[in-house]
């Protein structure tokens, strides 16, 4: 059995290199940028040895593909956690609270978008196919949002699949200007922008 030192077991110190690299990867990748990034400097940053990194992830691309799917992970529980306490509310409630936490999260930290939205964008084939996961994940929550409104009588009866695909398309988008925008814009700005295009989708005639 491994000993523990300073009262910390091999357990908890793996779990603390592991959260130390995330982070120096969440740091490197969104300054020097993913592809500039060399493993050397991954664990410098975390301050763990080369080996360490290996036992831990096979290649820095599994540690992208960790933090992206952390990043979306975390914010779909949110979501989802906040919307189940709001099951008699209305259509314009549920949207708004839904993209009010789903924005919150993504923005909590700033470096989070351009992790998501730009540097793990066409890195590999595991990735793409974590990231289309994603994409089908939100566009399912948010058909099924729209097929709530529909059966209350504020939009009209119709597949809104298209619509739903077409929607994290553009909130993908408006989230990727705000990482990139100088000076920055204000979270409120483009949560407004994002409420209203969905309402807007959602209760089209």
């Given at each position: 059995m491994?000993?523990?030192?300073?009262?910390?077991s091999?357990?908890?110190?793996?779990?603390?290199?592991?959260?130390r690299?995330?982070?120096?990867?969440?740091?490197?990748?969104?300054?020097?940028?993913?592809?500039?990034?060399?493993?050397?400097e991954?664990?410098?940053e975390?301050?763990?040895s080369?080996r360490n990194f290996?036992?831990?992830?096979?290649?820095?691309?599994?540690?992208?593909?960790?933090?992206?799917?952390?990043?979306?992970?975390?914010?779909?529980?949110?979501?989802?956690?906040t919307?189940?306490?709001?099951?008699?509310?209305?259509v314009?409630v549920?949207?708004t609270?839904?993209?009010?936490?789903?924005?919150r999260?993504?923005t909590?930290?700033?470096?989070?978008p351009?992790?998501?939205?730009?540097e793990?964008?066409?890195?590999?084939?595991?990735?793409?196919?974590?990231?289309?996961?994603?994409?089908?994940t939100?566009?399912?929550?948010?058909e099924?949002?729209?097929l709530?409104?529909?059966?209350a009588?504020?939009?009209?009866?119709?597949?809104?699949?298209?619509?739903?695909?077409?929607?994290?398309?553009?909130?993908?988008?408006?989230?990727?200007?705000?990482?990139?925008?100088?000076?920055p814009?204000a979270v409120?700005e483009?949560?407004?922008?994002?409420?209203?295009?969905?309402?807007?989708a959602?209760t089209?005639?």
């Amino acid at each position: 059995m491994a000993r523990a030192y300073g009262g910390i077991s091999p357990e908890q110190r793996k779990a603390e290199r592991r959260a130390r690299l995330l982070q120096a990867g969440l740091a490197l990748f969104t300054s020097a940028g993913f592809a500039a990034t060399r493993i050397s400097e991954l664990c410098t940053e975390a301050g763990v040895s080369t080996r360490n990194f290996y036992e831990e992830f096979a290649s820095k691309e599994e540690l992208l593909r960790e933090l992206h799917d952390l990043i979306n992970a975390t914010a779909f529980t949110e979501v989802r956690t906040t919307l189940a306490q709001l099951e008699t509310a209305d259509v314009a409630v549920r949207i708004t609270t839904l993209l009010d936490v789903f924005v919150r999260s993504v923005t909590a930290d700033p470096r989070a978008p351009r992790l998501n939205y730009v540097e793990a964008v066409g890195v590999n084939a595991e990735i793409e196919q974590q990231h289309v996961r994603w994409v089908n994940t939100w566009a399912e929550f948010i058909e099924t949002e729209a097929l709530r409104a529909a059966a209350a009588g504020v939009a009209p009866q119709r597949s809104y699949r298209l619509t739903a695909i077409a929607l994290v398309g553009a909130i993908t988008g408006l989230l990727r200007e705000w990482q990139a925008h100088q000076p920055p814009l204000a979270v409120e700005e483009i949560t407004a922008e994002i409420r209203d295009l969905m309402l807007a989708a959602i209760t089209r005639p």
